[in-house]
């Protein structure tokens, strides 16, 4: 990251009670980027981003925005302004109200003019023309959501937070909306910090994904990098679905590694220069995308003699359970469509598929899941 | 509405009972109470006539008017006694106390009075600010006056402050609920959109309470309007209202025909209050949706 940082988190942490819901974290966001805070409920994703919008205050560490301290400012001291997740628009005031409301404050003192113009303008940005006079609890989701994004963004807040933006709307309105979060970002040029538990979102969106769990961060990365490189078994599975495979080191042979599964079913693994050393018979955890599972051979791929279990008819493609010969545990293999002849695939038929030495993941066991 | 044959014998056992209730025991005296108060009085009983003379008695004879200002003055005092206490006192409630044990500590002391006989409420006033009370006790004993007063007591003010405490749960409970209801993110927002607590208060929260505010401050007013105890426990002489008058007439004035007149007026002037307050309520209301 080259930018300046526009927020900077070092050692924060929050307790409620006995629960820590965000153990000392460290986190940098540049100037312009979209980051995104992944993970399950109670990760502590929202109390980072409460954090930072200053509706909770940390135990421990500071927070910076835009090179100020803002540890211990009330939000409304702060140059950051919030999408809510149920958009928390004030039910009292119509479309025009809600969006003109922050810029009523002192600190924000337009004259009217200025402000029916910012406010017109910031209708325009989402599409909502001809709604200024309509109350809030006369439109639908979607609009409501939009209505939310022009009311936080009229500000021109260094830093945009966004709580489960698109939670509350359904699947159609939701992708329609991710196209509109990124045009926003881009047209804005405001750093955008969003939380979701939806990782498809965050892989569309996000210039930075940062993954997180139990009140602490997994890992931190672009999005392909994070698909392609997870760090843990937990990454690996939470960015796109992952099998994950006990599995015991064997030796180095050449350019790859190899790890014998628990049937005794040998893998060979691509080496990579960030692979730890591994030991003779050290306990590691391998990973194999379902995406990543092919059904015929290509090169020197490792062939996996399987039994099929269920098929599971994906539109584009085959899901397929499958269980490894020796295996007790059954994995799963999408397989596009075009690739294997349908009526070959039966539950309780032998069926071999491929993998290739690149496409094995390798994690040190006791990050287990 | 349309009864199908199979429904009416349920609706008709269903509802037949509080319908006559309804009926015999309020439609059917509000019919009698009205008419009544056209009668003429003859010494000494009264007679069934058709004249506006009671009605017009009590607008110009000043005896009455008096009274009728009195107590809409006095109602009105002590609907703006319930607020001022009772709204900071929900405000608190909701805002300030986050344990909900003590919340509901809290507001179950402000409403366990009302098991408390009325009576004995009011009564506990008399003991507090009479000659020999609490208040004078405690005032000659810190050397702030070297006399007991007498001035606490049997006065208008009295009549306020013991009708206030009285009827302050009835205001504080509707402005609880509806404090209570507000969504957290709404207050929230409105920080985060630079908008600091005190015009937050002004902005979000207070236009969202109107609906418990109306609610609590009709009640209150309807409640200290019709109020008869008060005046007779603490008011003294000056302190009439109408209720009392009612009583008199009814009672040691004979004079039913101007006391119906007068509880027509009374039921009258209530009509009217409720009839705005629902107005001003539906106003400002929003579905907090």
Not at chain 1, 158 to 182: H, I, N, T, W, Y
Request: proline share 6%; glycine share 8%.
């Amino acid at each position: 990251m080259t930018q300046q940082p526009i927020v900077e988190l070092s050692g924060v942490s929050k307790n409620y009670g006995q629960f820590t819901a965000l153990h000392a974290t460290d986190l940098e966001i540049g100037e312009g980027e979209f980051v995104t805070l992944l993970g399950p409920s109670g990760c502590g994703k929202t109390t980072t981003l409460r954090l930072i919008a200053g509706f909770e205050f940390p135990d421990t560490g500071a927070i910076g925005i835009a090179g100020k301290d803002v540890t211990a400012a009330p939000p409304y001291h702060r140059p950051v302004n919030t999408v809510f997740q149920d958009y928390a628009l004030f039910p009292h005031m119509t479309v025009a109200e809600n969006i003109g409301y922050g810029l009523s404050v002192k600190a924000h003192r337009l004259s009217a003019g200025e402000r029916t113009e910012r406010v017109r303008e910031a209708l325009e940005m989402v599409g909502l023309e001809t709604m200024e006079h309509r109350m809030p609890g006369a439109l639908s989701g979607g609009q409501r959501q939009r209505v939310a994004m022009a009311r936080a963004i009229v500000r021109r807040p260094k830093l945009l937070l966004l709580d489960e933006p698109l939670s509350a709307l359904d699947v159609k309105l939701r992708e329609g909306m991710q196209v509109e979060l990124k045009r926003l970002h881009r047209e804005l040029g405001i750093t955008f910090l969003m939380v979701t538990h939806d990782q498809a979102e965050a892989l569309a969106l996000s210039d930075r994904i940062v993954v997180m769990d139990q009140g602490r961060i997994a890992q931190i990365g672009r999005p392909f990098d994070l698909y392609d490189n997870p760090k843990t078994p937990y990454v690996a599975d939470f960015i796109g679905a992952t099998n994950l495979v006990p599995a015991t080191y064997v030796r180095r042979e050449g350019a790859f590694d190899l790890v014998a599964l628990a049937g005794g079913l040998v893998l060979r693994r691509l080496a990579r220069d960030t692979d730890p050393a591994y030991a003779r018979n050290q306990p590691l955890v391998a990973g194999i995308r379902p995406e990543r599972v092919q059904a015929s051979a290509a090169g020197d791929a490792n062939a996996m003699a399987t039994r099929v279990v269920e098929t599971l008819f994906q539109g584009d493609r085959m899901r397929l359970e499958l269980l490894p010969e020796g295996e007790r545990k059954s994995v799963f293999a999408d397989i596009p469509r075009t690739g294997v002849n349908r009526a070959a695939i039966s539950p309780g038929q032998a069926f071999q598929v491929f993998v290739d030495p690149a496409d094995v993941m390798l994690f040190e066991a006791g990050k287990a899941p | 509405m349309t009864v199908t044959r199979r429904s009416l014998k349920a609706f008709v056992a269903l509802f037949s009972l509080p319908f006559t209730w309804a009926i015999v025991f309020m439609v059917v005296p509000y019919l009698v109470m009205i008419s009544i108060s056209f009668w003429s009085r003859q010494f000494p009983l009264f007679v069934p006539d058709f004249q506006f003379g009671n009605f017009i008695q009590l607008f110009s004879d000043p005896q009455y008017t008096t009274v009728i200002l009195r107590t809409l003055k006095i109602a009105l005092l002590v609907m703006a006694g319930a607020i001022l206490l009772g709204y900071p006192l929900a405000y608190f409630l909701v805002f300030t106390v986050t344990s909900t044990r003590w919340r509901n500590l809290l507001y179950m002391s402000v409403i366990v009075p009302l098991w408390v006989s009325y009576l004995l409420r009011a009564y506990t006033w008399k003991i507090i600010l009479g000659t020999n009370g609490a208040l004078n006790s405690l005032m000659v004993s810190t050397g702030l006056i070297s006399e007991p007063l007498s001035i606490f007591l049997y006065n208008q003010a009295s009549m306020v402050i013991t009708l206030v405490y009285i009827f302050i749960p009835f205001m504080v409970m509707p402005l609880v609920t509806v404090l209570d209801n507000i969504p957290k993110a709404l207050i929230e927002a409105s920080e985060d959109l630079g908008v600091g607590p005190f015009m937050t208060f002004w902005k979000v929260i207070f236009p969202l309470s109107l609906g418990g505010l109306v609610a609590g401050a009709t009640m209150t007013f309807c409640l200290s309007f019709g109020d008869f105890v008060a005046p007779v426990l603490v008011g003294g002489p000056d302190g009439t209202m109408v209720a009392n008058l009612l009583q008199s007439q009814f009672g040691a004035a004979l004079n039913w025909p101007l006391g119906s007149a007068l509880a027509t007026l009374v039921l009258v002037l209530v009509l009217i209050v409720l009839r705005l307050s629902s107005r001003f309520d539906r106003a400002g209301h929003v579905s907090l949706a």
